[in-house]
């Protein structure tokens, strides 16, 4: 089974930013900052500003990774 990669826009330090991320990430990555409390915006922008990695689609990736795991929860795919 294929994951689409959906590509949005963002503004992430008040630049407007394209970034491509499976329907699975993009869902969690919202979860997240409900949470938190925040703007999807903003919680892009954190993980931007604490980027070790080249790319911010592979360091949102990891990001959301990392949070789940942290938590014990699974990433479930669309139509899971």
Request: net charge positive; aromatic share 4%; hydrophobic share 40%.
């Amino acid at each position: 089974m294929k994951s689409a990669v959906e590509k949005r826009s963002v503004v992430v330090g008040g630049h407007k930013t394209s970034i491509s991320l499976e329907e699975a990430f993009w869902a969690q990555l919202k979860e997240i900052a409900r949470t938190k409390e925040c703007t999807l915006s903003k919680l892009i922008a954190d993980i931007d500003a604490g980027r070790l990695h080249g790319n911010l689609s592979s360091e949102i990736r990891l990001f959301v990774l990392d949070y789940v795991r942290s938590r014990g929860r699974q990433i479930q795919s669309p139509g899971q």
